[in-house]
C-alpha cells in the first residue's frame, strides 16, 4: 500500500472492507452450500465459506489455523465429497419437489434457535481473564500438543485410524453382497 | 334378684343338656353316619339324656328363690366380651322341659317316619344341632350367646327344611326361611349393638333390672322394636310371615319340633326372657300387641282356604303365636307363657298326627287323605281330634286354659277393641279347625283328586313303624289333656313360688269364648261336617276373597316382586353393569387409551430422519428459550 | 468488527444456516455440508473467545485444530456410509431410507 | 433379642430351599417335585403352629425377634419378628399353603414350573408378614405379587391371559403408590432408617401422615380389593387355577390389608384419623356392592370372587373404626376368610376339575353327586354368611359393633349386605348342590378322601376357631391393643 | 513410569488388545475361531487389568486425565461388558465372516475410546474419547450381513450423533468463553459462580446432549430404536450396555461441575427424565419387534438413570452408578437371550419367542428374570436399582417424579409381559427343535440369575464402592 493511498484509504477501512468481504463469503458461502438442489454447487458453496471463515480467523489473529482451515477442509473434506458425488452419480437422480412445510419447520427451528441464541450470547455478561498471555505463535501450539495435549494428540491419531479404517470396509465392502439387478 | 353359682349336680347336668346334642352331632355327622342304626341311637340317647336332665332340675328347683347362673368368656375381642353359659330360672327350665321333651318325643317318631330314607343319619345329625342350638338358646344367660343360638337354630331349620334339598320347593324353602329370619335378626342385632354400646352389659339378668333405669326411654324403645325385628322374623310375625308356610317342604316331625313347637317359638320365649325390659317401654309392647294381633287374623284367614293338611297347622301356628304375642303385648307374661307351653304340646301333637296320615297315604290334602279312609287309624284319628279341640280352645283342654288367660289378659287392656279381636281370631281357629276334622271324619266321595306328596316312599311300613310313631301322640295326646289342670301350679312357678296378686276374674270372658268357639264350630259343622254339606267353606263363594287369602294377601307376591324388581332387578344389575362398565370398563378403557398413546408416540418415529432431527434441536431450543422466559 | 458479540452472530449465523440445511436438506451428502458448516460455526465460535477473552491463545486454536480433524474422520466415515447405502438403496435421499420405523 | 433358633427365618428359607431344589430337580420327575413342596409346606406349617403356640400372650410385643443390619448406609435391616397382627396370618399362610399344595396334588401340566412359582410367591407371603423392616416389606410384596401372572396364564381357565394380565398390572399398580409412600416416610422421618417398629415409635410429622396413609390406603388398599379397586380380584379369580385362587383370594389379598394396618396405620395413625371417614365409606360401599354384584354372576368363581370383595370390605371397615375392637375383628377376619375362601375354592376347584365347568346353571344337584366337595362348600358358604360358631362370625360381629360405633350409618349399610350376601351364598348353593341333578355329570367322581383330607385340614380350621374364638382373639388384641394405643 | 502404567493399566490392556486385533485383522483370511478366542483371552485380561487397576488414584498427561474409583469402577464396568459381549459372538452369525476381526477391532476401539472418556477430565479430550468410541459404533452398525436395514441404521446413527456432537461442541464452546478453560477442575472452580449465566448453563446442558445422544435419552432417542433393530444382535447388546454405562459416567462427572446449584438445569432434567420415561415406555408397548421394544425399554431406562443423575447428590449419584450396573447386567441378560435364541442372527419378534419355555427352559427363565429386572420386580437388581434411584430423587423432595416413574414402572410391565406370555404361555405355529445350549451358555445363565438376584439382594458392597467412588468427583 503507497503511502499515497494512505491518505485516502485508511488500514481501518481497509481492514473494515477486508472484514466485509470475509463474512460476505462466509454467509454468501454457506447460503450457496445449503440452498441449491444442484450438489455440486453445495460443494463449491461450502469451500467458499470455508475460505470466508479462513479469513475470519486470521482476523481473528491465528494464520495457522487459516491455513490449517483451508487445508483440511477444502483440501481434504471437499474434495471426499466430490469423489462421493461422483461415485453416487445422484445428478440424474430426479429429485422429487421438497415438501413445503419441511422447508418452513425447517427455518422455523433454525430461526427459534438463532433468536435463542442470540438472547443468550447477549444476556451474557462474557468476562475478559484476567491475566492474558499473548502467545500466539505455533511454537506454542506445538508444545501445548506435546505436554498438555499429548493424550488428546495421540487419541485422534486413532480416531483417525479407526475411521479410516472403517470407511475402507463401509465403503469398500458393504453392499458389495446385494446388488440391484442390472448391475455389472 | 341376685344370682347364684350352680353347685355340681346342677353344673354337670346343664351342660350335660347343652353339650350332649352337640357330641351327638359330631359324631353322628362325622363319625357313625353310614351306618344308620348306631346313628340314630346316638342321637336318641344324646336327646333323652338331656330330657331326663331338664326333668331333674325342673323338679329339683320347684321352688327356687334365685336364679342360677353360670358364665365364662367365650370370646374377649376389644372391649366386647361374649359369655357362654347358663341361666336357670323358672321360665328357662319351663322352656327346658318344652324343647327337650318335644324334641325326643320328635326323635323317637322321626325312626318311623324317616325309615328308608337315605339321609337319615345326616337327618339325625341335623336334628342333634338343632336340639344343641335351641337348649343353648333357651339356657343362654346373655343376649349375644342367645344371638349365637338364634343363628344356629337357624341354620338348623334350613338345613332341615332343605333336606330333602333335591326338591326345588323344598331347598327354596329353605332359603327362603334363612333370607327372611336373616332380615329380622338384622334387627336384632343392631338392637344388641344399641344395648352394648348404650348399656355396655348384655345379660339377660341386668337388662331386666337395669335397662329401665340406664337407658333414656327412646333408646329402650328403640333397642326393644329392633330386638323385636329379630322375633317377627324368628316367629314368622306380619310382615315375615310366609316362610313358615313354605317351611312345611320339610319333613314333618321338622315341622312338628321346629316349626311349631319350638324354634318358632323361640321368639315368644325371647320377649317372655326380657319381659321386663320390653316392660320398660309401653310404645314397644303396644307394638308386640298390633303386630300379634294383625298376624293372628291374617294367617286364620290363610288357613281357612288350605287344602294341605300341614298348611292348616303352619297357618294356625303362624297364628297361635300372634295370639301370644298380644297375651305378652297386653301385659300377660303368664299368658303368653302358658299359652306358649300348651301350644308346644298341641301343635306338636297336631303336627305329628298329620305326619303320620302323610306318610300313609303319601299326600298332603286332607280331602284326599279323609276319602282314602284316614278315619281308619284310629291313634292319629283320635290324637288329631283332641288336639284340634285343644287348639279350637275346647274345655277342659289345655288350649282352652291358656287361650282364657291370654283373653283375660287382653281384657284388662283399657281398649276393648283387642279382646274382640282376640276373640275373633278364637272364633276363626275353631272354624279352620273344625273345618279340618269334619272334612277328615266325614269324607265326601265327590272331591276331585288332588294334592301332593312331601313323602315320596310313603306307603306302609308295617306294624312297628306304625306304632313307634303313635307312641309319642299318646304321650302328647295325655299332655294336651292334663296341662289345662296344671296352669295354676305353672303360674305360681314362673312367679317365683310367691302368692298371685287376684287377678280380675271374668266370667263373662269364658262364656263369650265358649260361645265364639262353637260359633266358629257350628259354622264348620254346617258347612262340612253335616251330612250333605259340600265341603265348600263360604269363602269359595267370595272368590275376592278367597283369591286373597289363598294367596297369603299377596304378600308373598310383595316378596317377590321386591326380590325381581328391586333387589335383582335394580341393585344387583345395576351394581353388575356398573361394575362391568364403568368400574371395570374404565380400567380397560384406560389401558387401551395408553396404548392408543403408545401408538401414537410411535408414529413420531416415522423413519424419516430429519423429523427426528427437528425435534432434537426444537427440544434444546425451546430448552434454552424456557431459561431465558423464567 | 472487534467485538466478540460480532464474531458471535457470525458463528451463529453460520451455525443456523447449517442447521437450515441439515433439517431442509434431503440429499444425504447436502446434510453434510451443512455439518461441516455448523462445525465451523463452532470453531468460530472457540476462536472468537480465544481471541477476546482466553487467557492462553493457544488453547482455543488447539480445539479448533481437533475439531478439524474429528471432522474430516467423520466426513470419511460418513461418506463411506452414504456411499454404502446408495450401493443398497440406490439413493441418497435421506426420505427414501425409510424402513426402520414404528 | 432372643437367640434361640430362628424360627422366622426358617419359615422363610423352607420355600426358598425348597424352591431351589425344585429348579434343580429334572423336568419330568413330577413326583418328587410334589413331595419336596409338600414337605417344605409341611415345615412350615409345623413351624408357624409352634410360633403359634409359643408365643407369649402375657408378655405380648414382638417376639422371636431376628434382626441384623442389612444395608447400614441406608438404614435397611433384616428385621422379622412376630405380633399379635402377624402371627394368626402367619399361621394362615401356612395351612392354605399346605393344603394348597396337596390341592394341586393331581397337575400334570408343567407341574416343576408350577410349583416353583407357587413356593416362590409363597416365600414373598411370608416375607411381607414376617418382616418389620419397609425396604423388605415391599420386597417380598412384589415378590409375592409377580408369579401370579405366569400362574394364571400358563394353569388358568376363563379369559386367563386377560385375568392375569389384569390382575398383575393392577397389583403391580398399587405397589407404584407404596414404593413412594415408603420412601416418603423414609425421608419424612428424619431418621433415615427403614425399620418400621422405629419410625413408628418415633412417630412421623402429623402433616406428612396425611399424604403417606393415603398412599398407603390406596397401594395397599388395591390389594386388599378395596372398592371401587376390585375388579382385578374376580376376574383373577375365576381365570386362576385352584391352589392360586387359594392362596391368592385366601392369603394375597389379606398382604394388602395388612400392609394398611401394619405400614399405613402404624406409621400414619395422625393420616388414618383424617382418611378413615372416606376409607369407612369405601369399605361399606364393598360391602354391599360386592354382595349386590355377586347375586347376579352366575359362574361360581365369581361369585366367590364377589363374596371377597364383600368380605374384604369387611376388614377395611374394621381397620377404619380405629378402635381395639375393629382392627382385632378386622385381623381375625382376614384370618377367617382367607381359610374360609380357600376352602370355596379348593371346593369349586375339585368340582370344576370333574365337570369342566364352574357355570351355575349347568350344574345342579352336586350335593348328591359329590357329597364331599359339596359340604365343604356348604360349609364355607355358611362360614362366608357369617353363621356363629364359624370362624368368620366373631370377627364380623367385632366389625360390626366397631363399625356401628364408629359410623353408624355405615355400620348398618354393612349388616344390611351381610343379608344380601347371604341370599346370593344361598341361592348358589340352592341352584349348584341341591335341586335336580345334572344328568351330565352324574358320573363325575367325588373327592377321594386323600383329597378331601386337606379341604377337612380348611373346615376344621374354621370350627375350631369358630368354637374357640379365644384362641386367635386373645392373641390378636395384644397386637392391636398398643396400635390403638398411637391413635390416642 | 511403572507407577503410571499402574495407573494406566485397564487402557493399556485394551490397547494392547486393540493392536493385537488390528494384527489379525491384516491377514486375508484369518480363522474366525482363533480370533475369537485371542479377544476373549485379551479382554478376560483387561477385566484382570481393571480389577487390578480399581483402587488406583492419580493424574496422568497433565491433568488432563484422573485416574479415581468413579473412572475405575466405570473401567472395569466397560471391561467386563466388552468381555461378556465377546462372550455371546462365538457364532457371529450376524457378520460377514471376512470382516469378523475387524468387529473386535472395534468393539475393542470403543471401549477404550469410553475408558478414556471416563477418565478425561479435559473437554476435548472427552470429545475426542467420546468420538473415538462413536466412530466405532457408527462402523459396527452397518457391519451386520445380509440386510438392508443396518446401513439405514447406520446412517441415522450417524447423523444424528453428529448433530448431536455439533450441539455439544456449540455448547463447549460457550463453556470456554465463560470459563475460560476446557479443565474440568477449573471449571468445577469456576461455573457454579457462572451457573446463573445464560451462556454457562445453556453451555452445560448442550455438552450434556452429547451424553443423552449416547445414553439415548429424550431428545436424542430418537436412533436407538432404529439401531437395535438394524444393527447386528451382538452389537446391539454391546451398545444397549457398555456404551449406556459410559454415558452414565459422563452426565454424572459434567453435572456434577455444578454442585447442584441450578434450579433450572435441575427442572430440564426433569423434563427430559420424565419424557424418557413416558415416551420410551408407551411407545415399547405397541412394539412387535422384540430389540426395537427393548430399544424403547432402553429409553425409559435412561430417564431412571436420569432420575438419579439430576438430584446432584451423592446419593443420586451413586444410586445412578448402581442403577447402570443393574441395568447393563439385565439388559445383557435379555440380549444374550435374544442372540442365543436368533441363531441365525436373524432379527426376532416377540411372536418368535412362543414355546421357548419348551425349546430352551433355561434361557426362558434368564429371560424372565431379566425382563422382570428391568420392570424393576423385587428381589432382582433392576429392583434395587430403581429403588435406589427413587430414594434418591425423594430424598430430593421430588416427589411427584417418584411417582410418575412409579407409574411408568407399571406401564412398563405390560410389555415385559407380552414377552413373558409370548415366552411361557404362546405354543409355536409349529414345533420347533430345542435349542442346544453349550455348557459355557449354561454357566453364564447360571451367572447371570445368580448375578441379578444376588446384587438385588444384597447391593451392600457395591453400594458402598459406589458412594466411596462419588466421593472422588463430588
Redesign the interface.
Known amino acids: 500500500m503507497t503511502p499515497v493511498m494512505g491518505q485516502y484509504i485508511r488500514p481501518e477501512a481497509v481492514a473494515w472492507a477486508a472484514f466485509i468481504l470475509v463474512v460476505g463469503l462466509t454467509f454468501a458461502g454457506a447460503l450457496i452450500a445449503v440452498l441449491p438442489r444442484n450438489i455440486i454447487y453445495n460443494v463449491f458453496g461450502l469451500a467458499t465459506c470455508i475460505l470466508g471463515v479462513a479469513g475470519l480467523f486470521i482476523f481473528l489473529g491465528s494464520e495457522f489455523l487459516a491455513m490449517m482451515e483451508i487445508l483440511i477442509y477444502i483440501g481434504a473434506i471437499s474434495i471426499a465429497i466430490v469423489f462421493a458425488i461422483m461415485l453416487s452419480q445422484p445428478m440424474h437422480v430426479r429429485i422429487p419437489p421438497a415438501w413445503r412445510p419441511k422447508l418452513y419447520l425447517s427455518f422455523a427451528v433454525s430461526a427459534v434457535v438463532f433468536v435463542s441464541f442470540s438472547v443468550i450470547v447477549l444476556r451474557t455478561p462474557w468476562a475478559v481473564a484476567l491475566e492474558r498471555s499473548q502467545d500466539w505463535t505455533v511454537k506454542r501450539l506445538g508444545e501445548l500438543f506435546l505436554t498438555r495435549y499429548e493424550l488428546l494428540f495421540e487419541l485422534i491419531s486413532l480416531a483417525l485410524l479407526v475411521a479410516i479404517i472403517g470407511a475402507i470396509i463401509t465403503a469398500a465392502a458393504l453392499g458389495g453382497g446385494r446388488k440391484p439387478e442390472g448391475e455389472p | 334378684m341376685t344370682p347364684v353359682a350352680p353347685n355340681g349336680g346342677e353344673l354337670s347336668l346343664a351342660l350335660l343338656a347343652m353339650g350332649l346334642p352337640l357330641l351327638s352331632f359330631f359324631l353322628v355327622f362325622f363319625v357313625t353316619r353310614p351306618r344308620v342304626t348306631l346313628s340314630c341311637a346316638v342321637s336318641l340317647v344324646c336327646s333323652g339324656l338331656p330330657l331326663l336332665a331338664a326333668i331333674w332340675l325342673l323338679a329339683g328347683h320347684w321352688r327356687m328363690e334365685a336364679p342360677i347362673l353360670w358364665e365364662l368368656t367365650w370370646m374377649r375381642g376389644g372391649g366386647v366380651a361374649v359369655t357362654f353359659g347358663f341361666l336357670l330360672d323358672p321360665l328357662s327350665l319351663l322352656m327346658l322341659c318344652i324343647v327337650t321333651g318335644v324334641s325326643f318325643l320328635v326323635q323317637v317318631y322321626s325312626l318311623g317316619y324317616m325309615a328308608g330314607d337315605p339321609g337319615k343319619a345326616k337327618y339325625y345329625a341335623f336334628l342333634s344341632l338343632f336340639a344343641w342350638s335351641m337348649i343353648s338358646l333357651v339356657l343362654a344367660s346373655g343376649l349375644m350367646q342367645l344371638y349365637i343360638f338364634w343363628e344356629l337354630v337357624g341354620l338348623s331349620s334350613y338345613l332341615l327344611i332343605g333336606f330333602w334339598h333335591h326338591k326345588f320347593s323344598a331347598s327354596q324353602a329353605g332359603k327362603k326361611a334363612f333370607v327372611m329370619t336373616r332380615l329380622g335378626d338384622l334387627g336384632f342385632f343392631l338392637g344388641i349393638i344399641v344395648l352394648l354400646l348404650n348399656l355396655g352389659d348384655l345379660s339377660i339378668l341386668g337388662l331386666n333390672q337395669q335397662a329401665a333405669t340406664r337407658l333414656t326411654p327412646g333408646l329402650l324403645t328403640a333397642s326393644a322394636l329392633l330386638i323385636f325385628c329379630g322375633v317377627v322374623g324368628k316367629s314368622a310375625q306380619f310382615p315375615l310371615l310366609t316362610w313358615l308356610p313354605d317351611a312345611m317342604e320339610g319333613p314333618t316331625p321338622v315341622s312338628a319340633l321346629l316349626h311349631s313347637a319350638t324354634m318358632v317359638a323361640a321368639g315368644v320365649y325371647l320377649v317372655s326372657r326380657l319381659f321386663p325390659f320390653f316392660q320398660g317401654s309401653p310404645q314397644a309392647l303396644g307394638w308386640v300387641l298390633v303386630i300379634g294381633t294383625v298376624t293372628m287374623l291374617l294367617s286364620s284367614t290363610m288357613a281357612m282356604v288350605a287344602s294341605d293338611i300341614k298348611q292348616v297347622w303352619a297357618y294356625s301356628t303362624v297364628s297361635q303365636l300372634g295370639f301370644m304375642f298380644m297375651g305378652l303385648g297386653a301385659g300377660g307374661y303368664f299368658a303368653g307363657v302358658y299359652h306358649l307351653t300348651t301350644h308346644a304340646a298341641f301343635k306338636a301333637l297336631l303336627f305329628l298326627c298329620s305326619g303320620v296320615f302323610i306318610h300313609h297315604y303319601a299326600t298332603n290334602d286332607f280331602f284326599v287323605m279323609a276319602r282314602s279312609g284316614a278315619r281308619s287309624l284310629k291313634v292319629p284319628m283320635l290324637s288329631l281330634t283332641v288336639a284340634g279341640a285343644a287348639l279350637s280352645g275346647v274345655w277342659p283342654l289345655a288350649g282352652f286354659f291358656s287361650k282364657e288367660t291370654v283373653l283375660s289378659a287382653l281384657a284388662e287392656l283399657p281398649n276393648p277393641a283387642w279382646l274382640w279381636l282376640g276373640l275373633l281370631g278364637a272364633g276363626l281357629t275353631a272354624y279352620y279347625t273344625f273345618r279340618l276334622l269334619f272334612v277328615m271324619w266325614r269324607p265326601r266321595r265327590t272331591q276331585p283328586p288332588a294334592g301332593h306328596a312331601e313323602h315320596g316312599e310313603g306307603g306302609h311300613h308295617g306294624a312297628a313303624v306304625y306304632w313307634v310313631m303313635a307312641a309319642p301322640l299318646l304321650v302328647l295326646a295325655v299332655l294336651t289333656a292334663l296341662l289345662g289342670a296344671a296352669g295354676p301350679a305353672l303360674e305360681s312357678f314362673l312367679a317365683w313360688g310367691r302368692p298371685l296378686p287376684p287377678g280380675a276374674h271374668h266370667g263373662w270372658l269364658v262364656a263369650a269364648s265358649v260361645v265364639v268357639v262353637a260359633a266358629g264350630a257350628g259354622l264348620a259343622w254346617l258347612e262340612f261336617g253335616r251330612a250333605g254339606a259340600a265341603q265348600q267353606g263360604f269363602l269359595s263363594r267370595i272368590p275376592g276373597l278367597w283369591n286373597l287369602f289363598a294367596n297369603r294377601w299377596y304378600l308373598d307376591w310383595l316378596y317377590r316382586w321386591l326380590l325381581d324388581h328391586v333387589v335383582y332387578g335394580l341393585f344387583s344389575r345395576l351394581f353388575t353393569l356398573n361394575d362391568r362398565r364403568v368400574v371395570d370398563g374404565g380400567i380397560d378403557g384406560f389401558c387401551r387409551a395408553t396404548l392408543g398413546a403408545g401408538w401414537l408416540l410411535s408414529l413420531l418415529q416415522s423413519g424419516l430422519l430429519q423429523y427426528n432431527l427437528f425435534t432434537m434441536v426444537l427440544v434444546m431450543a425451546l430448552v434454552g428459550l424456557y431459561f431465558l422466559l423464567v | 468488527m472487534n467485538s466478540l458479540h460480532t464474531y458471535l452472530f457470525i458463528a451463529l449465523v453460520l451455525f443456523c444456516i447449517g442447521l437450515f440445511g441439515l433439517l431442509k436438506r434431503r440429499s444425504l451428502i447436502g446434510m453434510l455440508i451443512s455439518v461441516e458448516l455448523m462445525l465451523n460455526a463452532v470453531g468460530l465460535n472457540f476462536m472468537a473467545f480465544n481471541r477476546f477473552l482466553a487467557p492462553d491463545p493457544a488453547v482455543g486454536q488447539v480445539a479448533v485444530l481437533f475439531i478439524m480433524g474429528i471432522a474430516a474422520a467423520e466426513a470419511a466415515i460418513a461418506l463411506s456410509l452414504i456411499l454404502a447405502l446408495f450401493r443398497k438403496i440406490r439413493s441418497i435421499n435421506v426420505e427414501q431410507a425409510r424402513q426402520l420405523k414404528g | 433379642m432372643n437367640p434361640g433358633f430362628p424360627y422366622l427365618s426358617a419359615i422363610l428359607l423352607a420355600p426358598a430351599l425348597g424352591l431351589l431344589v425344585i429348579l434343580l430337580l429334572p ?1 419330568d420327575n413330577r413326583r418328587a417335585v410334589r413331595w419336596v413342596s409338600l414337605i417344605s409346606a409341611g415345615v412350615c406349617l409345623i413351624l408357624s403352629i409352634y410360633i403359634y403356640a409359643a408365643y407369649d400372650r402375657a408378655a405380648a410385643g414382638l417376639q422371636f425377634v431376628e434382626r441384623a443390619s ?5 438404614g435397611i435391616f433384616y428385621y422379622l419378628a412376630v405380633d399379635g397382627i402377624n402371627l394368626p396370618m402367619v399361621l394362615l399362610t401356612s395351612i392354605v399353603f399346605f393344603t394348597g399344595v396337596w390341592t394341586m396334588w393331581d397337575l400334570q401340566h408343567r407341574v416343576k ?1 408350577f410349583f416353583a412359582l407357587m413356593l416362590l410367591m409363597v416365600v414373598g407371603v411370608y416375607g411381607v408378614f414376617l418382616s418389620l423392616d419397609l ?1 423388605f416389606l ?3 410384596y ?2 409375592s405379587l ?1 408369579p401370579m ?2 400362574l394364571i ?2 394353569w388358568g381357565s376363563t379369559r386367563k ?1 386377560y385375568g392375569a ?2 390382575l ?3 397389583l ?2 398399587g ?3 407404596v ?2 409412600g415408603i ?2 416416610v ?2 419424612q422421618s428424619g431418621l433415615f432408617t427403614f425399620d418400621l417398629v422405629q419410625i413408628a415409635q418415633a412417630g412421623l410429622p402429623v402433616e406428612a401422615q396425611y ?1 403417606g396413609f393415603f398412599l398407603f390406603l390406596f397401594g395397599f388398599g388395591v390389594l386388599a380389593g378395596l372398592w ?1 379397586f ?2 382385578w380380584s374376580p ?1 383373577g379369580h375365576v381365570a386362576a387355577p385352584t391352589a392360586v385362587s387359594m392362596i391368592h383370594a385366601g392369603v394375597l389379598m389379606k398382604l394388602g390389608a395388612y400392609g394398611v394396618l401394619r405400614v399405613g396405620m402404624f406409621l400414619c395413625p395422625q393420616g388414618l384419623a383424617d382418611w378413615s371417614p372416606l376409607f369407612a365409606l369405601l369399605a361399606t360401599v364393598g360391602i354391599v ?1 360386592g354382595a ?2 355377586g ?3 352366575t359362574d361360581l368363581k365369581y361369585v366367590i370372587g364377589y363374596s371377597s370383595v364383600s368380605h374384604m370390605g369387611l376388614v377395611s371397615l374394621g381397620l377404619a373404626t380405629m ?7 378386622a385381623v ?1 377376619q382376614m384370618f377367617a376368610h382367607g381359610v374360609m375362601t380357600a376352602l370355596f375354592f379348593s371346593s369349586v376347584g375339585h368340582i370344576y376339575d370333574r365337570t369342566h365347568t364352574k357355570l351355575i346353571p349347568d350344574l345342579g ?1 352336586m ?2 353327586v359329590m357329597p364331599r366337595a359339596s359340604f365343604f362348600f356348604i360349609l364355607a358358604a ?1 362360614a362366608g ?5 364359624l370362624a368368620s ?2 370377627a364380623e ?2 366389625v ?3 363399625g ?2 364408629a359410623y353408624p350409618l355405615l ?2 349399610c354393612a ?2 349386605g ?3 350376601s ?2 346370593f351364598m ?2 348358589v ?2 341352584k349348584t ?5 345334572n344328568e351330565r355329570f352324574a358320573a363325575a367322581p367325588d373327592m377321594t378322601p386323600a383329597m378331601a383330607l386337606p379341604r377337612a385340614l380348611l373346615a376344621g380350621t374354621i370350627l375350631l376357631f369358630g368354637l374357640l ?2 384362641l386367635a ?2 392373641l ?2 395384644t397386637g ?1 391393643a398398643p396400635l390403638v394405643g398411637m391413635f390416642k | 513410569m511403572a507407577g503410571d502404567l499402574m495407573l494406566f493399566l485397564p487402557e493399556a490392556a485394551c490397547l494392547l488388545m486393540a493392536l493385537t486385533l488390528f494384527g489379525l485383522s491384516l491377514p486375508k483370511h484369518q480363522d474366525q475361531r482363533r480370533v475369537h478366542s485371542w479377544a476373549m483371552g485379551l479382554s478376560l485380561l483387561m477385566v484382570a487389568a481393571g480389577l487390578a487397576g480399581l483402587f488406583q488414584e492419580g493424574h496422568l498427561f497433565f491433568e488432563a486425565y484422573r485416574v479415581d474409583l468413579f473412572s475405575q469402577f466405570f473401567k472395569l464396568l466397560l471391561a467386563v461388558a466388552l468381555l461378556l459381549v465377546l462372550g455371546i459372538c462365538r457364532q457371529l452369525t450376524g457378520v460377514e465372516e471376512r470382516y469378523q476381526p475387524e468387529f473386535f477391532l472395534f468393539l475393542t476401539t470403543c471401549t477404550l475410546g469410553m475408558m478414556l472418556m471416563v477418565s478425561a477430565v479435559e473437554l476435548m479430550t472427552l470429545y475426542v474419547a467420546l468420538e473415538l468410541s462413536s466412530f466405532s459404533l457408527y462402523i459396527l452398525v452397518p457391519l451386520r450381513s445380509g440386510d438392508n436395514i443396518d446401513v439405514e441404521a447406520g446412517v441415522k446413527y450417524l447423523f444424528i450423533g453428529i448433530t448431536a456432537s455439533c450441539l455439544m461442541l456449540f455448547g463447549m464452546s460457550y463453556i470456554f468463553g465463560a470459563v475460560h478453560s476446557t479443565y474440568l477442575a477449573r471449571i468445577a472452580d469456576t461455573l457454579p459462580l457462572w451457573i446463573h449465566q445464560p451462556g454457562a448453563v445453556i453451555g452445560l446442558l448442550l455438552t450434556l446432549s452429547g451424553f443423552f445422544f449416547k445414553l439415548a435419552a429424550f431428545p436424542f432417542h430418537f436412533w436407538a430404536p432404529d439401531v437395535y433393530q438394524g444393527a447386528a444382535n451382538q452389537v446391539t447388546t454391546y451398545i444397549a450396555t457398555a456404551s449406556k454405562a459410559a454415558a452414565v459416567a459422563l452426565l454424572i462427572r459434567l453435572t456434577a461441575l455444578s454442585a447442584g446449584t441450578s434450579l433450572y438445569l435441575l427442572d430440564v432434567l426433569m423434563v427430559l427424565c420424565v419424557a424418557s420415561m413416558t415416551l420410551g415406555n408407551l411407545a415399547a408397548m405397541v412394539q412387535s419387534d422384540l430389540k426395537r421394544m427393548l430399544a424403547y425399554s432402553s429409553v425409559a431406562h435412561a430417564g431412571y438413570a436420569l432420575m438419579g443423575v439430576l438430584t446432584m447428590t451423592r446419593l443420586g449419584y451413586s444410586s445412578a452408578m448402581f442403577y447402570t450396573l443393574a441395568y447393563m447386567v439385565m439388559n445383557f441378560a435379555a440380549f444374550m437371550v435374544v442372540v442365543k435364541v436368533a441363531s441365525q442372527g436373524q432379527d426376532l419378534k416377540i411372536s418368535d419367542l412362543a414355546g421357548l419355555h419348551r425349546r430352551a427352559p433355561l434361557l426362558a427363565l434368564t429371560l424372565m428374570l431379566a425382563l422382570f429386572s428391568l420392570a424393576g420386580i423385587p428381589p432382582t437388581v433392576g429392583f434395587t436399582g430403581k429403588f435406589l434411584v427413587f430414594a434418591a430423587a425423594m430424598r430430593d423432595g421430588h416427589f411427584w417424579l417418584v411417582l410418575v416413574g412409579m407409574i411408568n414402572a407399571t406401564l412398563s410391565l405390560y410389555y415385559y409381559l407380552m414377552v413373558i406370555k409370548a415366552a411361557y404361555l404362546t405354543e409355536p405355529a409349529e414345533p420347533q427343535e430345542s435349542l442346544a445350549i453349550t455348557g459355557p451358555t449354561r454357566a453364564l445363565n447360571y451367572a447371570l440369575i445368580a448375578a441379578m438376584v444376588a446384587l438385588g439382594l444384597f447391593p451392600r458392597q457395591v453400594l458402598e464402592l459406589t458412594e466411596k467412588a462419588v466421593r472422588n468427583i463430588f
Not at chain 4, 354368611?385 to 360358631?389: A, E, F, L, Q, S
Open positions: 423336568h442389612w444395608v447400614p448406609s441406608l414350573e425396604f415391599f420386597v417380598w412384589d415378590v409377580f401372572y405366569p396364564a400358563i391371559e394380565l389384569k398383575t398390572l393392577y403391580l399398580a405397589s407404584a403408590l414404593l413412594p420412601l416418603y423414609y425421608f399424604l371401587p376390585h375388579t376376574v356392592y349386590f354384584v347375586l347376579a354372576q378402635s381395639v375392637g375393629g382392627i382385632s375383628g381375625f344337584g350335593a348328591k355358611l354368611i357369617g353363621v356363629p360358631c362370625f366373631w360381629l367385632l360390626f359393633i366397631a356401628y360405633q355400620g348398618v349388616v344390611l351381610l343379608v344380601i347371604a341370599l344361598l341361592r348353593v340352592q348342590f341341591y335341586g335336580e341333578k374364638p379365644r382373639l386373645d390378636i388384641d392391636v
